[in-house]
């Protein structure tokens, strides 16, 4: 796959961000009427609104890149050569609570490896756009992690889905705490990445992310000079794997407390 290639996509992966983000606004402030369904866990949510903007991708991935696998988070799909990675509307229960924290994550993969990442904030119009070798930037300007040198000064992002083991996630944000960091949970994880690219927080941590949670977020922080937990893990994209991305300088000491 050739630069060319790569650079078409990416140019098609930051439009298709906005357009997808653009209808899943029209959900979000009810010009669309929608419907939450709980999943099979307490606090997971789906709705009209996550299908349908993963419809949209599904049919634009097609129509350019008919040749492009695409794995979705409710459609799930196949997984290639060359693959998208899409989750339409990542903090679902932040969405339908009506709280401004929410995105559309779209990653694409050439041979497993991360060669675009692409988050989008539809509430607050911030595009968030990494690819390999190039840097990440949001609207246009280069993004920079932090220069956070220790969990003392650190505001850490620990996210918890009802899927994670209790007794370790409290364990290890009790371990965070007594080292000084300040802990929150704003509950998007592709978001919440980009933000750690962004400079905005300083590390973010998690037991296990599905592969378009994860993928996107994870190439911005290693593009904005983060360090990252390599990623997926073992059993491969479908399987997921933990996440962990941070300032270069914490990330030794945030390793060694969660111990993944």
């Not at 009427?33 to 349908?52: G, H, I």
């Amino acid at each position: 796959m050739t630069q060319h290639d790569i650079d078409a996509r990416a140019t098609f992966a930051a439009a298709l961000a906005r357009e997808a983000g653009a209808l899943a606004l029209r959900y979000f402030h009810h010009e669309l009427d929608y419907t939450a369904e709980s999943k099979d866990l307490p606090q997971d949510y789906v709705s009209v609104a996550d299908r349908s903007v993963e419809a949209l991708c599904r049919e634009r991935i097609a129509q350019a890149f008919p040749d492009d696998a695409m794995l979705g988070e409710e459609g799930g799909g196949g997984v290639g050569e060359r693959t998208w990675v899409v989750d339409p509307v990542d903090g679902t229960l932040n969405f339908v609570h009506a709280i401004r924290y929410w995105c559309v994550s779209i990653a694409f993969l050439h041979d497993g490896v991360k060669k675009i990442g692409v988050v989008y904030d539809p509430p607050h119009d911030e595009l968030f756009l990494a690819v390999e070798g190039r840097g990440a930037t949001v609207n246009g300007d280069a993004l920079h992690v932090s220069q956070a040198r220790s969990l003392a000064r650190a505001l850490v992002l620990h996210g918890f889905v009802q899927r994670h083991e209790l007794d370790a996630h409290i364990e290890l944000r009790r371990a965070l705490l007594a080292a000084g960091a300040e802990v929150k949970d704003h509950g998007a994880g592709a978001l919440m990445l980009a933000h750690v690219a962004a400079g905005r927080v300083d590390a973010y941590l998690e037991p296990h992310m599905h592969p378009w949670d994860a993928t996107a977020g994870l190439l911005l922080v290693a593009e904005a000079g983060g360090r990252v937990l390599p990623y997926p893990g073992p059993q491969g994209l479908r399987a997921g794997g933990a996440v962990l991305a941070s300032a270069p300088a914490i990330y030794d000491n945030l390793a060694a407390l969660a111990r993944w």
